[in-house]
RNA sequence: UACCCCGUGGUGUAAUUGGUAACACUAGGGCUUUUGACGCCCUCAUUCUAGGUUCAAGUCCUAGCGGGGUAGCCA
């Protein structure tokens, strides 16, 4: 990635021309002039241990990441873990996982809101001593009834002003067992009738009787997410505390809770999430179709999971430049999903080996070939870069290619194989239509050519090809848009988004027919089958000499596009 | 009918902080081509509206309109 200077002072002597900056950057900058924090950046990722991380965790990933490489300052990942109920260490294991895999570096930082379990409390003691806290016996439908609405002011819980002495020995007693689930929480004494709402008197602690991931059963109280997370952040000596927009009407709280503490005070900034068409991105979504089978998996490739981004044959590089691209800022946006193709192909395309597959095969027979004959073709590895080199493909009587590559009576544009046509074979040579052989049901089932080795001579049209001796059969899975709309969250009347999901977003071809060099595919290889897009060795089902390849994303085709569009362009 | 945030092309971001709308993607057109790929060239905006300040406004002011968020003992 680009390195920006950072110093807005004293680097004018760089004569690169001035990046633009996004907010968040301008705001450190500015900080970074000011002198706050000790001149330093440090950020983190809080991701709560509840799922799996999908793309929209990837720009906050990159961002807090970025920031602290961009600065020279420091990255923390931290697990958000206070709500035992929801969490388990299964999924801070895959968290942790991702993150490492686009690259995101926490170093030795790697902590735990749990980790501050015991400072919480102190903290919660302190406030209650102070009188900015309170045991308050309030159920949760009283407590919503006394919390007032979005327009009218709430009022006093009717605990609010019980004595130091009695919260003190009340919330001991929460800690110790002594009530039920849910009897009491503490809440922090703000204002019942401020306007936003986050800040009359919120809960700071409830009591959960759920084994937590890490401290077992050692706590049966829970701090909340509105008194953990400033803090957290302020004994991590974050400077700078990125969330997204959503949590703007909490950063008075934050705030509130630094300050009555009197301890090192982060600044929280919020930023847009991220949104893109054809998919849900919210955890709750994800888990549902997992849950109810419409994908397979987690790591489903149709998931903008990271894990099923991973399997698809996305490359850390390429989210790592999608997220660049989406920029920063707090409007709220939806980014089209083919950038992040484009983001892929744009990677794939300046590494990835080429190689031919051909998908659904049309037997073509060379009839000047003799059975048995075999020629040698060298077949360049890369268009653009030599030093990838080359391999060779055997040539043989009977080879596949491409259905759609054959067309009887094709039009004039039509540049593939037709009635007395000819194309060339991708490194090999020309062929030219001869008989075409069809089946009862008039379905063209064979094709005769003849070959001509002459490489010299001009034809419009190149094709990709297959020994049939040599091929190797495998599955390939081709992938579509997992929704058939562009924002699925916007089902219609009585249905959910469920009834938005693309029938036909995977197909999966049992028998493609690959060049022979691919059966030494190893898992977790990228290629790109010439012509027809950019493919990925399944890490999961493929085996030694058998691999299974997922697509991961098809090859811009405007051939196909001008064919859809229908136009005179096709008929000339 | 409360509070907070946000409104620049089809999409997403820029605009030396008041100086004459830029970049990327898409779309359309063309060139190139042993991938109809890649690459290259060209085309596409009364900056939400209405007033105002100014020599000059996307940037400032006023009013309106539109979009989003918020009433978990979730994060």
């Known amino acids: 990635m680009s390195k920006k200077t950072a110093a807005p002072k004293d680097s004018c002597d760089s004569a690169e021309k001035a990046v633009s900056r996004h907010f968040i950057q301008q705001i450190i900058d500015a900080d970074l002039v000011a002198g706050k924090s000790e001149r ?27 920031l602290a490489r961009e600065y020279g300052g420091k990255f923390n990942l931290r697990f958000d873990d206070t709500n035992p109920a929801k969490e388990e260490q299964e999924y801070v294991d895959s968290i942790m996982d991702d993150v490492r895999w686009l690259g995101a570096d926490w170093e030795d930082r790697l902590f735990f809101s749990s980790d501050y379990f015991d400072q919480l409390y102190d903290w919660a003691v302190q406030l ?13 439908d009283a407590m919503r009834e006394y919390r007032g609405s979005l327009t009218g002011p709430g009022k006093n819980s009717p605990f609010r002003d019980r004595s130091v002495e009695e ?23 703000i204002d019942m009738t401020s306007p936003n709402l986050n800040l009359r008197d919120p809960v700071m602690y409830r009591i959960k009787r759920a084994h937590h991931h890490r401290t077992g059963d050692k706590w049966c109280i829970y701090p909340s997410y509105d008194y953990t997370h400033g803090q957290s952040d302020s004994i991590e000596s974050i400077t700078h505390s990125i969330c997204t927009l959503e949590f703007e009407n909490h950063r008075p709280l934050y705030d509130w809770f630094c300050d009555a503490l009197g301890i090192h005070h982060p600044q929280q900034i919020e930023f847009a999430r991220l949104n893109i068409t054809y998919t849900v991105m919210s ?95 060298e077949a360049s590895n890369h268009p653009k870069n030599p030093e990838m080199g080359t391999r060779e493909v055997p040539l043989t009587r009977e080879i596949y290619i491409e259905q759609g590559d054959f067309m009887e009576d094709g039009p004039k544009k039509f540049f ?34 003849t070959f001509d080795p002459d490489m ?15 091929a190797i059969s495998a599955e390939v899975r081709l992938y579509d848009h997992l929704f058939a709309t562009e924002n699925p969250d916007k089902a219609a009347e009585g249905e959910t988004f469920l009834d938005n999901l693309n029938p036909a977003s995977l197909e999966v071809l049992a028998e493609a027919k690959l060049e022979p060099l691919l059966a030494n595919a190893q898992a977790g290889e990228h290629f790109q089958f010439e012509r027809t897009g950019y493919f990925y060795a399944d890490p999961v089902d493929s085996i030694d000499g058998k691999p299974v390849f997922n697509r991961t994303a098809t090859l811009r085709d405007s051939w196909a596009k001008a064919k859809a569009k229908g136009k005179g362009n096709v008929k000339k």
């Open 283 to 377: 955890k709750r979504k994800l888990l549902l179709l997992v849950q109810e089978n419409h994908v397979n998996g987690w790591d489903d490739p149709r998931m903008l999971t990271i894990r099923g981004l991973r399997r698809r044959g996305y490359t850390a590089e390429s989210i790592r430049a999608f997220c660049e691209r989406v920029g920063v800022t707090k409007v709220n946006s939806m980014i089209d999903r083919s950038w992040l193709e484009d983001a892929v192909r744009e990677d794939l395309n300046e590494h990835a080996p080429r190689r031919m597959g051909v998908l659904r095969p049309l037997k073509v027979v060379l009839t000047n070939i003799a059975e048995g004959e075999q020629r040698i073709c």
């Open 40 to 66: 330093r950046v440090h950020t983190r990722f809080p991701p709560e241990p509840n799922g799996y991380l999908h793309i929209g965790h990837a720009k906050s990933i990159c961002l807090n990441a970025g």
């Open 128 to 140: 209650i001593e102070a009188g900015k806290a309170y045991v308050c016996d309030l159920d949760a």
């Open 167 to 189: 919260n003190l020995e009340l919330f001991s007693k929460m800690k110790a067992g002594e009530f039920a689930d849910g009897a009491l929480t503490l809440r922090a004494k």
């Open 456 to 470: 010299s001579r001009k034809v419009k049209g190149t094709i990709h090809w297959v020994s049939a001796e040599h």
């Open 416 to 449: 593939r194989l037709k009635t007395g046509g000819a194309v060339r074979l991708r490194s090999a040579g020309i062929i030219d239509c001869g008989e075409i052989l069809k089946n009862d049901a008039g379905e063209v089932v064979e094709v005769h050519c």
